[in-house]
């Protein structure tokens, strides 16, 4: 197990609800499906580093801040022989290596080489390392996660993995000799302490609550087609069934992500759920999971 996980991106989360609930731009969904297919891909590169029987401590998504300058590890893998930094990437398609950028093939357009931004991360780790007192050797790399990435011209000794590297490096990472020390737990320990929620807020789309669409969404389809019966949420389109109870904190959990400056009230969530008509059931569930804060209004969520 990672000795810390990765979560979800709250961006991409909220992005994800408003999808379902609002009629996003073009843009908006090429930026929530750039989003999800980065989450994947770093998903991806997790399950790969999960395997791991060497002796290493993973720490998955640092964001992390030295001299008031915000950077951004996506993997960090501690051996006892050195920090192996990895920069995640999950471009798609042929490209052409160039130091100043990447060219794709397909549409002429030229992004920024992915070495700019691993030496960025790697000096502003070594100045952070240095504070805390640490002298490790770090390695860093830049992994390309998806199978359909070809780059061409790249020399051999530049520090990128390719799809079909990332067996060996597996291999390579197994083979790293050495025991890590209360050391590397001590370093491991308060980095994940430094990390740092991300607050890309003014990045989401503004709206209004009233746009929203209203309503619990089958956790299997996301349709907005369910029933609720005595006990269970019923899907009418894909027939799945999920409890009433875990349907509404569901939906509750969304309402939060959405609306945190509203109050989460009986009426309020009975308002969004839409298809539980009795308050009274709202107010069990509310009141079995969340804390009370006055008498009407519920805040906390748990
Ligand atoms: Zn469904």
Redesign the pocket.
């Known amino acids: 197990m990672a000795f810390k996980e990765r979560t979800e991106p709250i961006i991409l989360s909220k992005l994800r609800i408003l999808n379902k609930r609002l009629e996003l731009s073009d843009e908006e969904k090429r930026y929530l499906s750039y989003l999800d297919k980065g989450y994947k891909g770093e998903l991806q590169f997790d399950a790969m580093a999960e395997t791991l029987t060497s002796s290493c401590l993973t720490l998955n998504e640092l964001l992390l801040e030295v001299e008031r300058t915000t950077f951004q590890i996506d993997t960090l893998i501690i051996f006892s022989s050195a920090l192996y930094l990895f920069e995640i990437k999950t471009n798609q398609g042929d490209y052409l290596y160039k130091p100043d950028g990447l060219t794709s093939l397909t549409t002429g357009v030229t992004i920024k080489n992915p070495l700019d931004q691993l030496n960025r991360t790697k000096l502003l780790f070594k100045k952070l390392l240095n504070q805390l007192g640490h002298n490790f050797k770090i390695q860093g790399s830049v992994v390309f996660v998806n199978p359909e990435f070809t780059l061409y011209n790249a020399q051999p000794d530049l520090p990128f993995i390719f799809p079909t590297q990332i067996k060996r490096l597996h291999e390579n990472l197994n083979n790293q000799p050495g025991t890590i020390s209360t050391n590397h737990y001590k370093l491991a320990t308060k980095l994940a302490s430094l990390h740092q929620i991300e607050s890309y807020h003014n990045k989401l789309p503004t709206f209004h609550y009233d746009e929203l669409k209203k309503g619990i969404t ?6 907005f ?2 029933e609720a019966t005595h006990k269970y949420l019923e ?6 069934k999920e409890l009433i109870e875990s349907a509404v904190m569901r939906t509750v959990k969304e309402f939060r992500l959405i609306s945190p400056d509203t109050a989460i009230t009986t009426s309020a969530i009975q308002e969004f759920c839409v298809v539980i008509k009795d308050g009274k059931r709202i107010r069990r569930i509310l009141a079995k999971h969340l804390r009370i804060d006055g008498s009407r209004k519920w805040t906390k969520y748990r």
């Open positions: 089958c956790l299997v389809c996301e349709s087609e369910v899907c009418n389109v894909c027939g799945s």
